[in-house]
């Protein structure tokens, strides 16, 4: 209220005319509250801008940066896992339990548990179906491969249960239970082949 009557009351201050309407406002108010008048600012001043134009300006742009940063930030925190649901580098008994709440492996692994159980019955084609589309789901769960050597082996095939049960080894080498299923298997073969 003050600085309103002050203004309403007092002359211009500043000596020099102002450029527009908007610095004529600004000069008024700076001058009502007492600070010093445009003429008596430094050169520098005077040749850079109004410093209070510079400060308004900034303060303007500081929530829009504010709100930048953050949606960098969080964005930055977001990083998607892999696409296939696959876990690189390990064995498929720990990857199948460590990525279940992928869809892809959780589709595997039911197609995996069908074909056992195609295979329980005895039906070694429908199950080899079965455990393809299985392993195409998810190319790392081992067990695929063992029950696809299982099929060929019922199937009398011991160059196919051969070449399924080596990619069974390779990916079931962390679980000694499962090795040691794929071992026996291995014997089955050999007895097949001779």
């Known amino acids: 209220m003050e600085i309103t009557s002050r203004l309403k009351n007092s002359k211009r201050c500043s000596k020099t005319p102002p450029v527009d309407a908007t610095s004529h406002l600004i000069s008024n108010l700076r001058c009502a509250a ?8 430094s050169i520098h001043a005077r040749q850079s801008g109004s410093v209070g134009c510079l400060f308004e300006t900034a303060c303007r742009w500081v929530p829009v940066i504010f ?18 649901g696959s876990l690189e580098g390990q064995g498929s008994a720990a ?39 299985a392993v195409s789901l998810n190319p790392l769960n081992g067990q695929n491969y063992y029950y696809l050597a299982e099929a060929w082996l019922m199937k009398g095939s011991a160059a ?11 990916h079931l080498k962390e679980d000694p239970q499962w090795m040691m299923r794929v071992a026996q298997q291995a014997d089955q073969i050999a007895q097949l082949d001779n």
């Open 34 to 41: 007492g600070q010093r008048p445009a003429h008596k600012r």
């Open 160 to 170: 196919q249960a051969t070449e399924f049960n080596q990619l069974a080894e390779i």
């Open 95 to 133: 990857a199948a339990g460590a990525i279940k709440e992928s869809p892809r492996v959780t589709a595997a692994l039911q197609l995996t548990d069908q074909g056992r159980r195609l295979l329980e019955d005895h039906q070694p084609d429908k199950a080899i179906r079965v455990l393809e589309q």
């Open 67 to 84: 709100w930048i940063l953050l949606a960098v930030t969080l964005t930055g925190c977001l990083k998607p896992g892999p696409k296939d």
